[in-house]
């Protein structure tokens, strides 16, 4: 029997960083160009304490986030084990013992306790097996506004024609386009305090 092509790894462009991803992740053999956009917006809140990567993945963009707000705990969240899994290596070889992290298989965010985060980062998945659609997405949305603190954020990128920002715009009022380009828009929601 051959062994295991898993699991599969790269650097991350302009890092360090040896990026590792177990079967079934998203984006395993390199970096996909929408997170690259989002990695590159990511804020730097220094008074952020408590981050969830939501759909974590591979956990790039909890990475990038424990980087940009060194004092915050970062939450990884997603539906797959192998997910997490991935998450985790990357996030325990890039900062070891030196920084606290958690990681959380399950649905979104149905079982993490109300008003727990300062932000929120997520690149919701439009597909479901051979389906398109936004109900993941506005669920995680919904979920995201009963688990942040006030004056918490929620930052989200999608393909502009999605249309995200309507949703959000209704679910908190408050949200603005962060940055654009012709593929995609990442937009930030905040619970009013």
């Not at 690259?36 to 917006?41: A, K, P």
């Not at 932000?119 to 997405?137: E, K, R, S, W, Y």
Request: overall charge negative.
């Amino acid at each position: 029997m051959p062994p295991s092509p898993y699991p599969v790894c790269y650097r991350l462009e302009n890092t360090e960083h040896l990026i590792s991803n177990h079967a079934n992740v998203f984006s395993r053999d390199s970096l996909d160009i929408g997170t690259r956009f989002f990695i590159q917006h990511l804020p730097a809140r220094q008074d952020a304490c408590d981050i969830v990567d939501l759909g974590c993945g591979n956990g790039l963009v909890g990475l990038t986030a424990a980087e940009r707000c060194p004092a915050a705990t970062v939450h990884f969240v997603d539906e797959s084990f192998m997910a997490v899994a991935s998450a985790r290596d990357n996030f325990q070889r890039a900062f070891g013992e030196q920084r606290e992290a958690s990681f959380r298989v399950g649905d979104g965010l149905m079982e993490v306790e109300s008003e727990s985060a300062d932000l929120i980062l997520c690149n919701p998945p439009f597909h479901q097996q051979n389906t398109v659609g936004d109900q993941i997405a506005v669920s995680l949305f919904k979920q995201s506004r009963r688990v942040l603190r006030k004056g918490g954020e929620l930052w989200v990128i999608g393909n502009r024609h999605l249309d995200y920002h309507s949703y959000l715009g209704r679910l908190f009022g408050a949200h603005s386009v962060i940055a654009a380009n012709s593929k995609f828009v990442i937009v930030k929601a905040v619970l009013a305090g």
